[in-house]
């Protein structure tokens, strides 16, 4: 059995998936490291680039051909090939530390946890940032929910869990959709019992293209799947939150899961000031009437309860504070 599956999400990526396989191409992880590379129904030289490595090391690249179904699709895709005991999903506009990774994987070899956190870096086309998103976990100490820690959040670029949680607990997530990464990582960190910290910067997250669907032009255009994988997100919450949940794991996930509801929210302060309160009144009211339980706990978060304050009275406001600082950060 290999240590680790990298499903490597790629569509229409022929710009930067070179520099993202090749982070992976080293001989000293060739044994231990599968690279699964699952084309969603790519138009460019996706194929092409992503076979030259197949051909390369075969033991380790392997090509998968799919129509275009989403990044949920190729998640679902990964999951369901993947032989290592560990799973980690990188964007094919991602890449990591090639040195780093050897480092990784050589400790995964030692480790048993259901759940590995490492750090990322944001990548901006003029300057880089480090980020750690964990307090209190000491490096390389295995701790349950039932610790004394701090996860300020859980993001893709700094999951590892193991294949098995994900494939006997029959994860699936929602296809022809962006977004749907917080929908991975909130499943990954229910099933996961034990939690592992590794105080090392291994994936590289590329930032600042107004192409990507994380842009705020994309974002406005695209406020129809965030709408879909909130809900989704919704239920999700409903369903383990109602489940006893570990405090600290509750809290972990609300930390994540509270952030996408709130991105949605701030997407629609993008719309002139009758359409912005008209939408966040509609989605908040599709909220309660999809689970209460989540709509209550989602009062804990600072803006949402602020957006909510008095009838959305205070939608004005944030609506002209937020747009100031759009222009001002991120023109």
Request: net charge positive; aromatic share 12%; glycine share 4%.
């Amino acid at each position: 059995m290999k240590t680790l599956t990298i499903s490597v999400a790629a569509y229409n990526v022929e710009e930067t998936l070179g520099k993202t396989l090749e982070s992976f191409n080293d001989s000293r992880v060739y044994s231990d490291l599968e690279v699964l590379i699952v084309n969603d129904g790519s138009t460019d030289h996706t194929k092409e680039i992503a076979q030259k490595y197949e051909k390369l090391a075969p033991e380790t690249f392997k090509y998968v051909e799919k129509e275009n179904g989403g990044h949920g699709s190729t998640i679902n895709k990964g999951i369901s090939l993947a032989t290592g005991k560990y799973f980690k999903v990188i964007d094919g506009d991602d890449w990591v530390d090639t040195n780093v990774l050897v480092e990784f994987i050589s400790k995964l070899k030692k480790l048993n946890s259901d759940m590995i956190l490492t750090n990322h870096v944001e990548v901006y086309p003029n300057h880089t940032k480090n980020v750690c998103l964990v307090e209190r976990l000491k490096d390389g100490k295995e701790y349950t929910w039932d610790d004394s820690f701090n996860i300020k959040r859980v993001v893709l670029h700094t999951l590892t869990i193991k294949t098995s949680l994900l494939k006997e607990n029959k994860v699936h997530i929602t296809e022809n959709c962006f977004y749907v990464d917080v929908e991975y990582v909130i499943w990954a960190a229910y099933v996961a019992k034990t939690i592992t910290y590794l105080d090392m910067y291994l994936y590289m997250y590329r930032l600042g293209n107004s192409n990507q669907s994380v842009s705020k032009k994309n974002m406005l255009k695209n406020v129809g799947m965030q709408e879909k994988v909130s809900y989704q997100l919704v239920r999700l919450y409903d369903v383990f939150g109602k489940s006893h949940m570990k405090p600290n794991q509750d809290d972990t996930i609300f930390n994540t899961f509270k952030r996408s509801i709130g991105s949605t929210m701030r997407t629609y302060l993008l719309l002139n000031l009758d359409e912005a309160k008209k939408n966040i009144i509609n989605f908040d009211n599709n909220i309660y009437s999809i689970s209460s339980y989540s709509y209550r706990r989602l009062n804990d978060d600072a803006f949402i309860h602020l957006t909510r304050m008095n009838n959305y009275l205070m939608v004005p406001v944030i609506r002209w504070m937020y747009k100031f600082w759009v222009l001002k950060y991120e023109k």
